[in-house]
């Protein structure tokens, strides 16, 4: 059975976890005071380790006058605190050979470093010091003004970023999920000061935070690390607090207001030699129990050489170099799209074969030599992905933020292997009666 992971406070019954994972890790969780959540995974053997500073808000949660305060923080946490300079923060990890770094998305923000095993102490100070002191100095965040500008101006020239930036606008309208996570040029030159440091001392606070590591890990050293630092961050942490609550969902495919109820079709020319489609609409919660088969589906319609998309579209025809679908799930609502690249010539042909694949899984299920292969490719990718010690820190951070319970690797692979291919049918049948949006980015056609 998966590990639950109640919301309770420190000392209740529940605060205090342990259980053993494939291959001898061991997971612990503790509840602290303040309801800051701390989760470990040792794993033997292991001479790296990989530590994150998980904050459950995201570029959905700004509100107006504070857009773009999230990816703000995301810089400005680098630029320096009481203890140190921007430089020292860098210089600390370059002197061992790790590395350091952050990202935000719609409804989270991870900062994370990776380290060897005997220097996991330093980046645990480092890194929770950044979380609970950051300066946000005044000159520093003009300088980073400038440097947010460049990167979204970087973004904005690559033309597989702006279709997938404008699909997520199209198909979720004016929710607050629609927004680009990083911001749009006017909300970065706009935004003051004033908000980013509001949006910091309203979000970043210890019932909100989770700190996950895995590898070569000592959880009581690590708790009593982060203890340390929130307190010499001078951030208050009450006993009985409890952590702040998951994100809701109603358990329905009903969309939250602000999705459109009809799909669209939006174009953006560019002087490119692709043109770069996407055709879609909504998808499934992060949490949805059908999301094991939304992988299997996947992985068929467009999750490799394999696949009915790469076949059909550029093995068999010729059209495409790239073709792929995706799925993307939040709290309330997600995205699913199917996505190809080609000649600006070739794109009816091309949407016309999109749809096609799709809705060819809507009405007949997928054969047992494709459920077979789908579910090898996604158990082999599941286990070679947890070699890596970030990518076992990033299950712990989602567990707890998201799932509210953590499934072992044995256990998610017994869930993928569950799927049938009626529930993929399903799925897709679903996908496919929903609101179908166009979004095409590349040359004007004639």
Known sequence: ??????????????????AGQDGGAIVRRSVLPGGLRVLTEHVPGLRSATIGAWVPVGSRDERDG????THFLEHLLFKGTPRRTAFDIAESFDAVGGEANASTGKESTCYHA?????????????????VTSALLDADELEME???????????????????????AAAVLGTHPLGRPIGGTPDTIRAVPRDAVVSH?????????????????????????????ALEAGG?????????VARRPWDGTDAQPEGVPGLGTEIEVHRATEQAHLIIGGTGITATDPRRFAMSVLSAVLGGGMSSRLFQEIREKRGLAYSTYCFAQGH?????????????????DEVATLLVAELERMATEPITPAELAR??????????????????????????????????????QLERIRAVTAEEVRALAESLASRPRSRVLVGPARR
């Open 235 to 243: 951030w208050s942490a009450p006993a009985g607090t409890l952590p």
């Open 1 to 18: 059975m998966p590990l639950e992971l109640p919301l309770v406070a420190a000392g209740d019954p529940g605060s205090e976890l342990t």
């Open 114 to 130: 990776r380290v060897l095993d005997s220097d996991l102490p330093m980046a645990v100070d480092v890194i929770t010091d950044m």
């Open 66 to 69: 504070h857009f773009g305060s």
């Open 374 to 411: 789908a579910t090898g490719q996604l158990s082999g990718g599941m286990v070679l992905g947890m070699e890596d010690t970030g990518a076992r820190m990033s299950r712990l951070g989602k567990a707890e933020m998201v799932h509210g319970e953590l499934a072992s690797i044995s256990e």
């Open 200 to 228: 910091y001392r309203e979000h970043y606070l210890p019932r909100t935070l989770v700190i996950s590591a895995a590898g070569g890990v000592d959880h009581d050293a690590l708790v009593a690390q982060v203890t340390a």
């Open 331 to 347: 709290a309330d609502t997600g995205l699913f799209g199917l996505y190809a690249g080609c000649a600006p010539g070739k794109v």
């Open 145 to 167: 003004r400038g440097v947010i500008l460049e990167e979204l101006a970087m973004n904005d020239d690559d033309p597989g970023d702006v279709v997938h930036e404008q699909f």
